[in-house]
């Protein structure tokens, strides 16, 4: 699934993002503007420019962080018995469950700046390397990975440098709310408007 759900999972929740956040995606599109050449609709990328995109990335990884693509319960089995502080020991066997949205929403962990609150700059701090897990965690976490996130910057940088995304109000949001899950968590629909950036809003 990695090879195309995942990435279309993410770029729907992108598009969303964008939309509903109209400064963070002009900052988007001027870090892109850095980069490349607007004029040049069909400009070649290179692993290399997409590597040093910062705010490409933190933002990328901040939309995965509100809406992780995995399912929101990561199941594993204990191999061994172990002790942890304050719960004390776990059996050999024990059926563990982390829980996706309530690590990505852990003020502890993401703060100071409110969870709730997009802010990509938050990925500037360093944080706890299992705090963030929208592609699951340990040796069975989504292969390809490494290879769905640089789709998804290639695809958001080509997007980003010709359109706007822009938000179609009540049948944007209504379109967030219906939800599917099995081998990922997306939005069965998506209602959003695209503008070609350029030319003027009618």
């Avoid at 692993?47 to 995995?70: G, H, N, Q, V």
């Avoid at 563990?96 to 929403?105: D, F, Q, R």
């Avoid at 701090?125 to 769905?148: E, Q, S």
Wanted: glycine share 4%; proline share 6%.
């Amino acid at each position: 699934a990695a090879g195309y759900e995942t990435t279309s999972t993410a770029l729907a929740y992108i598009s969303y993002v964008l939309a509903t956040h109209p400064k963070e995606q002009q900052k988007l599109q001027e870090h892109i503007d850095a980069y490349f050449d607007s004029s040049i609709k069909h400009e070649p990328t290179s692993y290399e420019t997409i590597a040093e995109m910062d705010y490409l990335d933190s933002f990328i990884r901040e939309t995965l962080r509100m809406y992780p693509i995995t399912p929101s319960i990561v199941n594993r089995q204990s191999t061994h018995e172990f002790y942890i502080g304050k719960i004390g020991t776990i059996p050999i066997g024990t059926i563990i469950s982390a829980n996706t949205h309530s690590l990505h929403y852990n003020s502890t962990l993401w703060g100071p700046v409110d969870p709730y609150v997009f802010y990509p700059e938050r990925f500037a701090t360093k944080r706890h390397p299992l705090a963030w897990i929208p592609f699951g965690v340990g040796p069975r976490n989504c292969v390809a990975m490494r290879f769905a996130l640089m789709e998804i910057k290639i695809a958001v940088v080509r997007i980003c440098k010709i359109y706007s995304i822009v938000d179609c109000g009540e049948q944007t949001s209504q379109s967030m709310k219906e939800i599917q899950e099995f081998t990922a968590i997306a939005p069965k629909n998506l209602i959003i408007r695209l503008h070609c950036r350029g030319q003027k809003t009618l």
